[in-house]
C-alpha cells in the first residue's frame, strides 16, 4: 500500500487533486448516497441521470463507461496510479486519470449547487488543456531544479511581553 500513496503524493501536479484523490480512494467524497445514510433526506439517487445510487464510483467512473470493474474505490484508484507508463494522447496516464476524475466531480458539484451550470461543449479539451498545463509546469520545474531540495526548519517561538 504504501507505494501506492507514494505514487498519489509524489504525482507533480496541483495538491487539490491529490487531497481529491485520496478522498476518493477513501470513499469520503460527499455523494447523495453518502449524504443519505447521514439520514440528511436527501435522496441517494443520482441527480443527473436518476437511474442509480450515486456513489462514488457511479460519479466518476460509471459516467464515462464500465471501464475496470473494481468494486471497491480504493482498488479502482490504487490499480490507476499504478499505470504509470500508459500514456494517453501524449500525456501520463496518472494525470490525465487523477485530474479528470477531479473534474468530473467539480462539473457535478457545479451542476447540483450553482444555478445556470453547463458543463463545458467540449469537456476533452478543458481536460486536456488542464492536463497539459500540468505536465508542462511539472517538466519546467525538473529542468530548473532536477534536485534540489531545500530543508526548512520551521518552529514557535514565545514572546512574552514583561511589563
Known amino acids: 500500500m504504501d507505494g501506492y500513496w507514494k505514487m498519489l503524493w509524489g504525482w507533480r501536479g496541483p495538491h487539490r487533486i491529490q487531497t481529491f484523490m485520496w478522498l476518493v480512494s477513501h470513499g469520503r467524497i ?4 453518502r ?15 436518476g437511474n442509480a445510487d450515486e456513489t462514488v464510483l457511479h460519479v466518476l ?19 490507476n496510479l499504478s499505470k504509470r507508463s500508459i500514456r494517453v494522447y501524449e500525456f501520463r496516464w496518472q494525470t490525465t486519470y487523477m485530474t479528470t476524475c477531479w473534474h468530473l466531480w467539480t462539473w457535478r ?10 458543463r463545458p461543449n467540449n469537456p476533452t479539451y478543458v481536460i486536456q488543456s488542464f492536463i497539459r498545463t500540468i505536465e508542462e509546469v511539472a517538466e519546467d520545474h525538473l529542468q530548473k531544479n532536477p534536485h534540489h531540495k531545500e530543508i526548512m526548519y520551521i518552529g ?3 514572546h512574552w511581553m514583561v511589563g
Open 30 to 33: 460527499l455523494t447523495n448516497y
Open 35 to 49: 449524504r443519505s445514510r447521514w439520514g440528511t433526506g436527501v435522496s441517494a439517487t443520482c441527480p443527473c441521470c
Open 61 to 79: 467512473r460509471d459516467w464515462i463507461t464500465n471501464f475496470f470493474s473494481f468494486v471497491d474505490c480504493r482498488d479502482w484508484v490504487l490499480k
Open 109 to 118: 458539484n457545479k451542476a447540483i449547487f450553482e444555478e445556470g451550470f453547463q
Open 156 to 158: 514557535w517561538k514565545d
